[in-house]
């Protein structure tokens, strides 16, 4: 009898996480890793990368560590390069690189432009990062999978590339200036709707699958002002817990979704679902 478990593990299998240090990148990278999968843990901090790799590794996973600029051709090569010299294949590639305004503590008070007053160089840097960085990172991934006839790309998408951000949930109380997600979040996002259809379609025939992955706001030490607001437009009250992609995650990435390829799977609480 057929065990439906061994379908969601990735054993002799490869994989790449951009933006590998990240909150979610971060648990990404340990489960594919748990799956059985050698991870490489891409960041633009090549230092961190090393440093959760070694925790993998510390852990008895199989990872390496490396530097990317997903805006660099040569860079993003690289990263290819290493990984085919490291473990001699690459069957999964992870997104998850990306410019993404925080709102927690640590971020407080740095979103203050209005739309009419956004700077043009923030809009062409987070394009650069979050739809250019996704194109160069899956055009070289593709290579190797195109000669080993196997590949699983994972885009991260945002709620907010699906619908327009609720600018109301990031309004203080009594302070006249206030905070809003910029608009290249909502545009950038969307576009890794469409680099996905569009890497799905192209690669019809082969054994090359593309789809999406849109988490839900994540709690990361945000203040109880925003928590409550966020909280109130989802459908199961609360903001995600950092852990709770990690089964999406992993099932796009593995056999168990094999028959799946230009979708989205959404994991956001139900915010969309109002």
Avoid at 13 to 23: F, K, S, Y
Avoid at 88 to 93: A, E, K, M, P
Avoid at 100 to 118: C, I, L, M, V
Avoid at 178 to 189: H, N, R
């Amino acid at each position: 009898m057929e065990n439906i478990l061994e379908k969601f593990r990735l054993d002799g299998q490869a994989a790449i996480v951009t933006g590998g240090v990240g909150l979610l990148g971060r648990e990404f990278c340990k489960t594919l890793a748990q799956a059985g999968a050698a991870v490489v843990v891409a960041d633009l901090n090549e230092t961190a990368a090393c440093e959760v790799a070694r925790e993998l590794e510390d852990a008895g996973l199989k990872a390496a560590g490396v530097g990317v600029d997903v805006t660099s051709p040569v860079s993003v090569q690289a990263m290819i390069k290493s990984t085919l010299e490291a473990f001699g294949r690459l069957d999964v590639l992870v997104c998850s690189a990306a410019l993404d305004p925080k709102f927690d503590s640590a971020h407080a008070g740095q979103h203050r432009n209005t739309f009419e007053d956004y700077p043009l160089e923030l809009w062409q840097q987070a394009l650069d990062v979050n739809l250019t960085g996704l194109f160069l990172c899956a055009q070289a991934a593709v290579k190797p999978m195109l000669v080993q006839d196997h590949g699983a790309i994972i885009n991260i998408c945002s709620t907010y590339g699906l619908v327009g951000p609720d600018q109301r949930i990031y309004r203080k109380p009594g302070q006249p200036d206030q905070s809003f997600k910029p608009v290249y979040y909502s545009v950038t996002k969307s576009g890794v709707i469409g680099l996905t259809h569009y890497l799905a379609t192209y690669y019809a025939g082969t054994h090359i699958r593309a789809n999406a992955l849109t988490p839900g706001g994540v709690f990361n030490n945000h203040d109880e002002d925003f928590v409550q607001n966020y909280s109130a437009r989802t459908v199961l009250g609360r903001m995600a817990r950092r852990d709770e992609m990690n089964g999406a995650l992993l099932f796009l990435a593995s056999d168990a979704s094999s028959y799946m390829t230009g979708a989205n799977l959404i994991v956001d609480g139900g915010w969309t679902a109002w």
